[in-house]
C-alpha cells in the first residue's frame, strides 16, 4: 500500500494549524502602544517564551546536556543549594513553549535540559527518557522498533519531561493526559534527596509532579509506556456543531478508532455552527510500515493557508471548504502513527513581527458542549482578536494530578489566537480571557494553566479547587519555596481564602 505523509492530509483539509499553534520566540519584543513602544528591561540574563510577552530576568541560565546519572544529580544538587543559599529560586525547562514565564524562575537559576536518550524496554513496552528529551528524539528512537509514544503533546519539539509538568494531552484515544502513561520517574527534592516517585511510591510526589510545573522537584528521567507503531487511515464526517459532542462521543467508544480529534468553522458569520470530525483507524495492511516522515514542502504550503486567514474572512471560508470537502476526497489515504504525531512546531512559525499566537485551551464535559458553544459565540467574536482555529480533542478522566483539568471525561478546546504585539490588544486579551473563563467555569469547564496569566485568583482557584492543597503540601515539601516560576509567584504563592 502506498503510504502519504501526514502532510499531505493536513494540505488537503487545512489542518496543520490545529494540531498546536505558537509563535517564534520573539524574544525582547516592544510592546507597541500607539506609538510609543515599551521595551522590557536589557539584561543578558533575560529569557522569554513562545508568547514573547514575558521577558522575565534570571540570576544565570545553564544548559546541562549530561546524562542522567550520578553527574547529573551532583550537579543539580550543587545548582540547587547554591540557589537556596542565596534565596534564589530555581526552575527547569525545555523548550519553554508556555506563554506567562511557567518555566521561568525570576532573578533564579534556570536550567535547560538538553540530552535526548532514550531507552526502549521492549519486552514491557516501557522506554526510559532523560528529562530533557523531546518527543522527535523519543519517536527517533522507537520508530525503527517498530513503536510509537502511547501519548504525546502534539508536536514533536516539546520536551517529556515538560509534558508531564503540564500535564499535557494529545489526541490519541481512548487516553487521558500524557502523565496516565509514566510508570514511574526520578525526581531531586529541594532538601537533595534523590526519590523515585510512581502510583505505588511516593505516589503523593507523583500525583503533585504530574502538573506541578516543576514545582514539586527536578526531574531526573522518566519510564513512560509505548505502543506499537500501526499504519492507519482517516475517515471524515461534517456535521451541525451542536451533534459534535455526541458523534465523538461514538467515536471514542468505537475500540477500531485509535486517533480523533474535530474542528469548528471559525468564520464570523457562521462562527462555530458547523463541526468536523477526523477519526483513524488501522488499516488491515500491516507490513512494512515505513520511517517516520519529516516535515515537507506541502505542510509550509498548508500553515500559509492558516496564515492566510488573518483579517480575511474569505480565506477561512476557503480554508473550511479544503478541510470539509477536500479533505475527504483527497486526504483519507494511510499514513503511521508516527508519522502523524512527527511535526514541528515551527512549521507553524508567525513571521509577522508585529503579532503573536496565543492560545487558549478549555476543558468541557461532553454534556455541557452546547452551552460552550454558546458562550464562545458570545464572547470571542465580540473582541477584535483574530481567532483563527479551534480544534477539539479527548481527554480522558484524570483523578491523579492534583491540579487536574478533567476530573470527568471531557473535550479539550484549543484555540489559536493571533495578537498585536499593543497594549491594547493585551488589554482586549485580557478582558475576554477572564470573560470566558467566568463563562466556562459556570458549566463546569476548566481552563489551561501554561498560557498568557490573564486568569484572577479567584478564577484560577474556582477552576482548580485542589490548588490549595497543593500549594500547602509544596509548602511542607520545600519551605524555602527554592522550586519556584510564574506560576506559583502569581497564583499558588498568593494568599487566598478558600
Known sequence: MKNISRRSVLLATGGLAGWAATSRFKANLPVKDGTQALQPAQSPNLLNDASGLSPTPVHKHIILKENADDALVRLLR????DAQSAGRPFNIGAARHSMGAQAIPRDGTAVTFDNGSVQLDTHNQVYRAHAGA??????????PAGYSPAVM???NDFGVAATFSVNAHGWPVPFGPMGATVKSLRMLLA???LVTCSRAENADLFNMAMGGYGLVGAIIDLDVEMVKNSRVAPAFASMPAQDFASRFRQSIDDPSVTMAYGRLNVQRATFFDEALLVSYRETQDQSDLPAAAGSGWMAHVASRIYRAQLSNEPMKSFRWWNETVVGPKLGAKATTRNSL????????DDRNPDRT???HEYFIGFDRFEEFLEVCRQVIPASYQEFLNVTLRYVK????SVLSYAPVDRIAAVMSFSQELTQRAEADMKRMTQELIDRVTEI??????????HAQIDQFHNAYSRAQNFAEHKRRLDPELVFRNNLWDSYLGMPHDA
Do not use: C, F, M
Open 78 to 81: 550543587q545548582e540547587i543549594k
Open 134 to 143: 523531546r518527543w522527535s528524539q523519543v519517536i527517533r528512537a522507537l520508530d
Open 153 to 155: 503533546q502534539s508536536n
Open 191 to 193: 532538601d537533595g534527596t
Open 341 to 348: 504525531i512527527n511535526e514541528p512546531v515551527h512549521t507553524l
Open 357 to 359: 499566537d496565543i492560545l
Open 397 to 400: 478522566t484524570d483523578r491523579e
Open 444 to 453: 463546569g469547564g476548566t481552563y489551561y494553566l501554561p498560557y498568557r496569566p
